[in-house]
């Protein structure tokens, strides 16, 4: 596919065919994707597959935080709201966080963002060549203290995304985005 086209088709699908997505193939796009520019060559980024019973208790985080959020006084509801939330983390075939080292400099802690941001887009674009449609979260879900232990997260360190992977089992159209013409000023 050229790359234009990949750009501008890649969509974050959140419903996906029940296709496992192996170890490997996530590696070898990771790979590619963390050729990007990179101030001072820091290379702050390292990623946390999840998998098996830690899946599992990655769901269940997510039970406890859409409970939280609920403002139902029901348990019937409670306990749907509670499941649904279960089940959105089981179905995805692949699940993984993208960390950061926390640079004690602000200007290479933004920089190191924004090459991460860089090669999770390229991950994005990368897995969408390979029929895969991705979903960058940053809910609740990644940024809170249960997550952080489970996932090994140490002090110096930040969630950039939790990233959702899967072959989509749904197409998705696109949200229009302003012309970027529109948001040029040129400056002689
Ligand atoms: C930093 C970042 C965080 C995001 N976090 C969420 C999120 O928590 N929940 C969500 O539904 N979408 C999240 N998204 C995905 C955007 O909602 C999505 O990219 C946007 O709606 C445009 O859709 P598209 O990716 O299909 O073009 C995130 C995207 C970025 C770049």
Redesign the pocket.
Known sequence: MELRQLIKE?????SYQDKDVSNELIEDLLNTAIWVPNHKLTEPWRFVFIQGEAKKRLAEINRQVALSKSNSNSDEELEIVGNNAYQKIISVPFLFFVINNIHPQEKLREEDYAST?CL??NF?LLAWEQGLST?????KL?YCEETAELIGLKGNERV???IHVGYPAKS?S??PRVPAQERITVIN
């Open positions: 890649r969509r974050s699908i959140a941001s999770i887009q994005s979903f960058w979260k940053s809910g990644a950039v995304g939790q998705q696109p949200v």
